[in-house]
C-alpha cells in the first residue's frame, strides 16, 4: 500500500495530461484539401477488402476493418497524425469550430432525469428563463427520464436545426410545479476565453483554453473590456490549453508583436518555406506581458509562448511546455470520416523546434509525464535536459532552448504531494462538481438572489462541508486523506459552487487566489515596482 500512495501522484499526474496528450494532436492548419490517388498499393488495400467481403467464410464488419487499418497505418507515421471516425467528426468539428446548435445548457442525468446545471451565459435557455436545478423531462412529448433513455439521444433532441423550436416540459423542484416552455435553438458557443478579469489596479488576467474559431474574437472583446477598465499589463494563460488552429495562435501572437515581427517558420516534405509576419493590427504592442506555460501547455499554446520568448515580449513563467512542433490539416475520407495527418514542421522565430522526439512509439511518447516526474524536473528547473547544440539566442541575448518543449524564464515548480494531486485531480473531474451539485440541490435557496461579489466576500465553506466531501469521496472508494490541505480544499469547493451559481469565470477567480504562478507574477511586480522607486 506504502508504494501505491508513493506513486499515486503520478498517476494522478498522467491522468491530468491526458486531456493535452489527446489535445494536443489539435494543432493543424485550417487549410482543407482534399488528396486522391490511384496506385497499386490503393489496389492491393482494395482488392483485400473485396476479397473479404464476398469470400470470406463468415460475414464480417469491413467498416471496423477499414478503421483499424487506418489507425494501424497512422500510428506508423508520428503520435499526431489521427484518424477521426464518422461517429466522433460532428463533436469534433463543434469543438474547434467553437459552437453546436442547441438550447444551451450544462446538465447531469441525475436520478434517470435531465437536471440542468446552469444555462449557458446568452444562450437560447437563459433567455426562456430555465435555471440551475430544474429537470427537463419531456422535448416536444418525447419522455426523456427513466433507465432506458440514453445519453446521446437526449443530447439529439435538444439540438437541432439553428432557429427551430422545441417545446419543453420543465420541472422545477423549488416550485414543486412543471412548466411548459418553448425554446428556439441558435448557435450556441464553446466559450475559449475561461476567465478574463483585473488581478490587480493595472494588472489583467485572461485563460484561453483553446484555439479554434471563434478564440481570437473572444480574445479580442475580453482584451479590449479589460483596456477599458484600466489595465497596462496582462496575464496569459495558457495552461493545459492543448493547442487548435495555427491562424488563431498566429492572430493572438499579433497582438503582442510590432509590425514585420517574425511570429513563425513552417516547413513542409518538399522543403517549402512559409514565414508569418505579425501585422500593424496589435492592440497591446506596447503592454507589459506575463505568459503562463505547463507540462500540458501543448501545439498552438507553444507557438504563442515561442513567438514571444524569441522576440523579447514579455515573461513565460512556469513549467516546460509539452513539446509538439507538427503541423496537421485536415482531409475528408468521404464518408463522412477524416484524417488529420501532418504536412509541415514550425520553427519558433529563432529557427528552434521545440517537437520532442517520437521515434520510439507512441507508448513511450505518451509516457512523457512520467519521466517528468522521474526525472525532478516538475519539481527543479535544473533537472530539465537541454542539448548544447540546440541553444539559440534572442534579437536581445538571451538563450534558449528548442528539442521538447518551451522552457520558460521563470520556473515554478509543482507540488507533487498525493494530497495536492489528488486535490487537482477531484477539482477539475465531475467527481466534485456532481458532489456540489447534490448540496446546492438541498441548499439553492441560500444563494438565492446573491451576486458573486458578495459571495466572494462573504459566504464560507465551513468544516462540516470539507468533511462531508472527504466522507463523500470514501464512500465512492476514493480514499483521500486532505487534512493537509483543509484551506485548499475548501477554496475548491467554494471554486465549484461558484461555477454552476456563477460561471466559469468565477470558478478561475476563487481558485486563482492561492495560485502558486500568479503569486509569483504579483512577487515579480511587486518587485520591479521597489526596483523603479
Known amino acids: 500500500m506504502g508504494n501505491q500512495k508513493k506513486y499515486l501522484p503520478l498517476w494522478i499526474g498522467m491522468a491530468l495530461a491526458a486531456g493535452v496528450f489527446i489535445g494536443s494532436k489539435l494543432n493543424f492548419n485550417d487549410n482543407t484539401e482534399k488528396i486522391f490517388a490511384t496506385n497499386s498499393k490503393k489496389d492491393k488495400l482494395n482488392r483485400l477488402i473485396d476479397y473479404i467481403d464476398y469470400e470470406y467464410v463468415d460475414n464480417v464488419n469491413t467498416d471496423s476493418i477499414v478503421d483499424v487499418t487506418v489507425n494501424g497505418i497512422l500510428e506508423n507515421l508520428d503520435p499526431h497524425s489521427v484518424y477521426i471516425p464518422k461517429s466522433e467528426y460532428q463533436h469534433n468539428a463543434d469543438d474547434m469550430r467553437g459552437a453546436f446548435t442547441g438550447i444551451g445548457v450544462s446538465f447531469y442525468i ?103 474559431e471563434t478564440t481570437f474574437k473572444e480574445f479580442e472583446t475580453a482584451l479590449d473590456k479589460l483596456k477599458d477598465q484600466g489595465i497596462k499589463k496582462l496575464v496569459l494563460d495558457l495552461r493545459n490549453n492543448p493547442g487548435g488552429y495555427i491562424s488563431t495562435a498566429e492572430r493572438v501572437v499579433d497582438e503582442f508583436l510590432e509590425n514585420d515581427k517574425l511570429v513563425l517558420i513552417t516547413k513542409n516534405k518538399s522543403g517549402e518555406i512559409n514565414k508569418t ?23 498552438a499554446s507553444e507557438i504563442v509562448a515561442g513567438a514571444l520568448q524569441d522576440n523579447d515580449k514579455g515573461t513565460i513563467i512556469g513549467r516546460r511546455s ?83 518543449g518551451i522552457i520558460p524564464d521563470v520556473f515554478v515548480p509543482k507540488d507533487t504531494s498525493v494530497e495536492n494531486e489528488t486535490l487537482q485531480y477531484v477539482s477539475r473531474s465531475g467527481f466534485m462538481s456532481y458532489f456540489i451539485f447534490e448540496y446546492l440541490e438541498k441548499n439553492r435557496t441560500i444563494f438565492k438572489g446573491m451576486k458573486f461579489d458578495d459571495f466572494r466576500k462573504n459566504f464560507k465553506v465551513e468544516d462540516n462541508l470539507s468533511k462531508e466531501f472527504i466522507e463523500y469521496a ?47 507574477v504579483l512577487e515579480l511586480e511587486a518587485n520591479n515596482h521597489l526596483d523603479n522607486k
Do not use: C, W
Open 110 to 212: 441525475y436520478k434517470d432525469t435531465i437536471a440542468v446545471i446552469r444555462s449557458i451565459e446568452g444562450g437560447p435557455a437563459e433567455k426562456a428563463g430555465i435555471k440551475g436545478g430544474d429537470r427537463i423531462i419531456y422535448a416536444d412529448g418525447k419522455k426523456l427520464f427513466g433507465e432506458l433513455v440514453q445519453r446521446d439521444s437526449i443530447s439529439n433532441y435538444l439540438k437541432g436545426e439553428v432557429n427551430s423550436k422545441v417545446a419543453l416540459d420543465v420541472y422545477r423542484p423549488s416550485e414543486k410545479k412543471v412548466l411548459e416552455i418553448k425554446v428556439r435553438r441558435k448557435q450556441v458557443p464553446l466559450v475559449s476565453v475561461d476567465a478574463s478579469y483585473k488581478l490587480a489596479d493595472d494588472l489583467g488576467y485572461i485563460k484561453l483554453n483553446r484555439f479554434s
Open 277 to 299: 509576419y505579425a501585422t500593424r493590427r496589435g492592440d497591446f504592442e506596447h503592454g507589459k506581458l506575463y505568459v503562463l506555460i505547463n507540462e500540458n501547455s501543448a501545439s
Open 322 to 404: 509539452f513539446g509538439k512542433g507538427l503541423v496537421q490539416r485536415e482531409m475528408s475520407l468521404g464518408d463522412g470520416s477524416a484524417v488529420r495527418l501532418t504536412i509541415a514542421r514550425y520553427y519558433t522565430p529563432t529557427g528552434r523546434s521545440i517537437q520532442r522526439p517520437y521515434g520510439k512509439g507512441n507508448d513511450t511518447y505518451y509516457s512523457d509525464y512520467e519521466k517528468r516526474y522521474r526525472n525532478g524536473e516538475l519539481i527543479h528547473a535544473d533537472s530539465i535536459k537541454v542539448a548544447d547544440s540546440l541553444r539559440y539566442k534572442t534579437p536581445k541575448g538571451r538563450v534558449v532552448y528548442g528539442g521538447g
Open 474 to 520: 470514501k464512500f465512492n472508494e476514493a480514499q483521500i486523506d486532505l487534512s493537509k490541505y483543509t484551506e485548499e480544499l475548501k477554496r475548491t469547493l467554494k471554486a465549484n459552487i461558484a461555477q454552476q451559481l456563477f460561471g466559469p469565470n468565477e470558478y478561475e477567480i476563487i481558485l486563482n487566489e492561492n495560485d502558486p504562478m500568479l503569486l509569483k
